[in-house]
């Protein structure tokens, strides 16, 4: 069956360390991922986008990676901050081939940032 | 430029009534969806529409809810009778035909709770 599966339990961790998150796939084949961000009581807003040709993206301190064959993304957030605490989801194209249209997203992980 | 706007923020009925949620996407945006978030899941698409014509409504359950997009402009999602398991958070995105990416762009989302 088709998946896609973020971190399950929250993450915690202390001001000024990087965070990994993680978002692992199975049975797509994806043109791309992209990550969004989730704050309570809002839409998710998009971060970054990465194609499959491409292994790494940076925009400021955010940096996510994308490996076909392991069908994982993994998002970084360097230097964090409590301002970075949120709910992260990753989603991709399910048709795979950039048709655009339609996005399946992760469950979400919960990062807290403590000070 | 405005975002995309929804409304009402909030909503709390009795089972078996009827309920509407409408959206008005970003200008010039012409892709338009609607998505239901359960709590700490990721949003799921109920129903796409590229200008005035639904073009994914699949996971829509079609004998209680409905949609409609009028002039390619806005939208409205009802359900009649809502049940208690609809109770969740409604989004409405948008997003720019003719990119490949569906980047989207999320509303504030309504949360609709049924007693």
């Known amino acids: 069956s088709q998946k896609i599966e973020q971190n399950s339990e929250a993450l915690n961790i202390q001001e000024g360390k990087t965070a990994t998150l993680t978002c692992n796939y199975t049975?797509?084949?994806?043109?791309?991922l992209q990550w969004y961000r989730q704050d309570p009581g809002r839409g998710p807003v998009f971060l970054l986008l990465i194609r499959e040709n491409e292994k790494e993206k940076r925009k400021e301190r955010l940096k996510v990676t994308f490996d076909t064959t392991l069908k994982q993304s993994l998002f970084h957030i360097t230097a964090s901050q409590p301002a970075d605490s949120a709910t992260y989801l990753c989603a991709l194209d399910p048709r795979g081939g950039g048709q655009g249209g339609k996005l399946i997203f992760g469950q979400g992980t919960e990062l807290s940032v403590k000070p | 430029e405005a975002g995309v706007v929804q409304s009402p923020r909030y909503k709390i009925i009795e089972k078996k009534q009827p309920v509407a949620f409408w959206c008005n996407p970003i200008s010039g945006h012409n892709t338009l969806y609607w998505y239901r978030q359960n709590l700490g899941q990721g949003p799921e698409l109920l129903i796409r529409?590229?200008?005035?014509?639904?073009?994914?409504d699949s996971q829509l359950p079609k004998d209680r809810f409905s949609a409609e997009r009028l002039k390619g402009v806005d939208s409205t999602l009802k359900i009649q009778p809502a049940e208690l398991g609809d109770s969740a958070v409604y989004l409405c995105?948008?997003?720019?035909?003719?990119?490949?990416?569906?980047?989207?762009?999320f509303g504030p989302g309504t949360r609709l709770t049924v007693l």
């Open positions: 995105a948008s997003s720019l035909v003719g990119t490949d990416t569906d980047t989207q762009y």
């Open positions: 049975n797509y084949s994806p043109a791309y």
């Open positions: 529409y590229e200008n005035e014509e639904a073009v994914d």
